[in-house]
């Protein structure tokens, strides 16, 4: 029997440090601070995060709620060491979502998971987190990190986000979606967050560094490839408001042969120009590189249109204006046309 006593252990020893996630918290509380909007009602540090419905303006409300990640985007992020924008990616993808049912985005809770906690790098991608939250009208009222050693590799992590937004009672889309309604398509700000392993693969074909000049930019490989994903909820909360918009695909994994059959009823299909507007270099390189063909490049990647709306004819005209206004490229792809199969089908070219 041996009778030495065992030395005492500690969460610190075990790969869990504390004091570090406290001061991560200390950190992010001002950037979480500035993104409060009517009926935030808690800030960071309790149990939970309080809402107010009515203090945001809703007399009747529909909760509506998304999740979603980032995907192999990350890979690059981590590779690279460039943190700043990857946390407004883990918005937009949640909240570009929620906007297509007709909600407007209320409030954003992030998941980050981690082997070690580096508190610098973990407040970089908070940061940008409150930065997508103020550029789509939510509040960061919460979050979870976890110090998991044993399950991350040194100096990766995984991010996952949850939006909640809510709309009047009655006002959900797609709603109204006819034969004959015309397809805008906001133009995207490059790949976004969808299709990274496919976009990871074809670098590693093409022989390129992540530091090396993008072959389609003027900047290096991997600061094009980390564009983040556009914003597009206050643009098209805006346009639904002006009246005529029946429906919102967020264009995401799918691409336009995937997510616009989404938005149709039972009968009906969509036709798109594809010389309405002109392919994004990025995506011009990566089906050169990969030797892509179209139908590959339109159900894999966004191909140049991140948001599409479906909206009457008679209003296209206006909400193209107003959209503009707002800052968007906005592009007159397509229109709703009778089809029994529901299918998606294009005309023109890309490549």
Same mark, same amino acid.
């Given at each position: ?21 406290? =001061? ?6 001002? =950037? ?106 939510? =509040? ?78 003027? +900047? ?6 980390? +564009? ?23 264009? +995401? ?87 029994? =199969? ?10």
């Amino acid at each position: 029997m041996n009778d030495t006593p065992k030395t005492g252990l500690t969460y610190a020893e075990a790969g869990v440090d504390i004091d570090a996630g406290n =001061a991560l918290v200390d950190r992010i509380k001002p =950037a979480a601070k500035a993104t409060a909007r009517p009926g935030v009602m808690s800030g960071l540090g309790g149990f939970g995060a309080l809402f107010d419905l009515k203090g945001a303006g809703y007399s009747d409300p529909v909760l509506v709620a998304a999740t979603d990640g980032v995907g192999t985007k990350l890979r690059i992020a981590i590779d690279t060491g460039h943190f700043d924008t990857i946390g407004i990616d883990l918005v937009a993808m949640c909240v570009n979502d929620l906007v297509c049912q007709g909600a407007e985005p209320l409030f954003f809770l992030d998941y980050f998971a981690t082997g070690k906690l580096e508190v610098e790098a973990a407040a970089t991608i908070i940061e940008g987190i409150a930065k997508g939250c103020s550029g789509s009208g939510c =509040a960061l009222i919460g979050g979870e990190t976890a110090e998991m050693p044993g399950m991350y590799d040194a100096g990766d992590f995984d991010l996952a986000g949850f939006a909640v937004g809510a709309m009047e009672r009655g006002a959900d889309l797609p709603a109204g979606v006819t034969a004959g309604d015309v397809v805008l398509g906001l133009a995207s700000d490059g790949v976004h967050s969808n299709g990274y392993s496919l976009v990871r693969r074809v670098v590693e074909r093409s022989g390129l560094g992540w530091a090396d000049p993008a072959p389609f930019a003027e +900047t290096s490989l991997g600061a094009a490839l980390l +564009t983040p994903t556009r914003l597009y909820v206050k643009p098209a909360l805006a346009a639904v408001a002006a009246g005529g918009v029946h429906a919102l695909a967020h264009i +995401t994994g799918g691409g336009l042969t995937e997510n616009l059959p989404r938005v149709l009823p039972e009968g009906l299909g969509i036709a798109i120009d594809l010389d309405a507007w002109d392919l994004p270099p990025v995506f011009a390189w990566l089906a050169a590189e990969g030797g892509l063909d179209e139908a590959e490049l339109l159900k894999t990647f966004n191909a140049g249109i991140g948001m599409a709306l479906v909206v009457a004819a008679d209003r296209a005209e206006a909400l193209t204006e107003a959209l503009r206004a707002a800052g968007e490229t906005v592009h007159v792809i397509g229109k709703v046309q009778a089809d029994a =199969a529901g299918a998606v089908t294009y005309s023109g070219t890309l490549l």
